[in-house]
């Protein structure tokens, strides 16, 4: 599915400057149907007067609408709170922020990818262990292909992540780490958003030597126990709020 071509002018028309917006969601797992929403996730700043006063700005801003016929699921954080959730071991955060799907960036942005090595540690495989388990019972419910390709995708990725300690979060960039029928599904859920897995004969299986692999990789990984780069992340959000966003664009 072509991504529209008015995406660039949504950052414009939200109440906060955006430090960056990308595409998330089956867009950027590599398996988006015809039907695919349009999930665009990014950062918002706050101004220094909703956030040192009485009245505070909001934390989390979440809209959704259609355009062109076309579903746009739109969140920002404020940079604050995104660096706190970087620094949580938040693999969706990270997805979020290197996503090469970018629609806008900024100086901040490319300092906050800059700093995101510094934010890995052995410890986001519990955010994909824990996320894999919540889409397999999902799938186990419905059956339907898109839980069950979000299944093998994020533990793909934590995998590979584990390994590497590189982010890649496009599954048909990851078939090496799945079963060999995993393209045949990709197929699949180009044709409808909510079509229902062909087969379920051996998957379980499968998503159990997947696990185990992600267990494995977690356990002898030589990313560290902690992430690095909280003085760093600090230091650019104080930058952003006090000096203003014009000096940093």
């Not at 400057?17 to 950027?28: E, I, K």
């Not at 898109?146 to 990851?174: I, Q």
Request: hydrophobic share 40%; proline share 6%.
């Amino acid at each position: 599915m072509k991504l529209p071509g008015w995406l660039p002018e949504i950052p414009g028309e939200q109440p906060y400057p955006l430090v960056f917006s990308t595409v998330s969601g089956a867009h950027l797992y590599g398996f988006p149907s015809m039907d695919s929403d349009v999930d665009l996730r990014g950062v918002h700043v706050l101004p220094v007067e909703e956030v040192a006063g009485l009245r505070h700005g909001p934390q989390t801003l979440e809209r959704m609408w259609t355009r062109d016929g076309v579903e746009v699921d739109l969140v920002t954080h404020d940079l604050a709170k995104f660096c706190r959730l970087l620094l949580g071991r938040n693999g969706y955060v990270l997805e979020q922020l290197l996503s090469p799907l970018v629609v806008t960036s900024s100086p901040v942005h490319e300092e906050l990818v800059a700093l995101a090595p510094g934010c890995l540690t052995r410890h986001h495989a519990h955010h994909y262990l824990g996320f894999a388990r919540t889409q397999w019972r999902l799938f186990a419910k419905r059956l339907e292909l898109k839980p069950l390709l979000y299944t093998f995708r994020v533990l793909a990725t934590g995998t590979h992540l584990m390994r590497t300690g590189e982010l890649e979060a496009d599954l048909t960039r990851l078939y090496a780490y799945g079963p060999a029928y995993l393209p045949d599904l990709v197929a699949a859920k180009a044709e409808a958003e909510h079509g229902r897995a062909p087969s379920t004969l051996g998957l379980e299986a499968d998503v159990e030597r997947m696990t185990a692999a992600l267990e494995a990789a977690r356990d002898s990984s030589a990313l560290p126990e902690r992430a690095t780069a909280e003085a760093a992340l600090h230091d650019l959000v104080v930058r952003a709020r006090v000096r203003g966003w014009d000096s940093l664009t």
